[in-house]
Nanobody, 118 residues
């Protein structure tokens, strides 16, 4: 099993920045993908960004340039730097880890709330 603990959410004014952190513990495979997804009220969960253990990143196209993901694989930690935040970025942000196995095994954190005020 893998446990994911997110931190860094909160209330910020539009135009501000936040940095989310997620630490993974437990049975983390050496080859894995970590990432962030978000779910706004009344909407489906959507991809924000992912990063593989090899450092390959993938972003939702609409967030490129404002959001940046990075990780420390030795510490099983991933961060999401969010800049120029907009009210529409308000959502619960979930950390995700996929252990690369057959089939891949998905884990989720409990989420951290980000609220952007106008």
């Amino acid at each position: 099993q893998v446990q994911l603990v997110e931190s860094g959410g909160g209330l910020v004014q539009a135009g501000g920045s936040l940095r989310l952190s997620c630490a993974a513990s437990g049975s983390v495979f050496r080859i894995n993908t970590m990432g962030w997804y978000r779910q706004a009220p009344g909407k489906q969960r959507e991809l924000v960004a992912t990063i593989t253990s090899g450092g390959i990143t993938n972003y939702d196209d609409s967030l490129k340039g404002r959001f940046a993901i990075d990780r420390d694989s030795a510490k099983n930690t991933v961060w999401l730097q969010m800049n120029s935040l907009k009210p529409e970025d308000t959502a619960v942000y979930y950390c995700n880890l996929v252990n690369m196995w057959y089939p891949p095994v998905n884990y989720w954190g409990k989420g951290t709330l980000v609220t952007v005020s106008s």
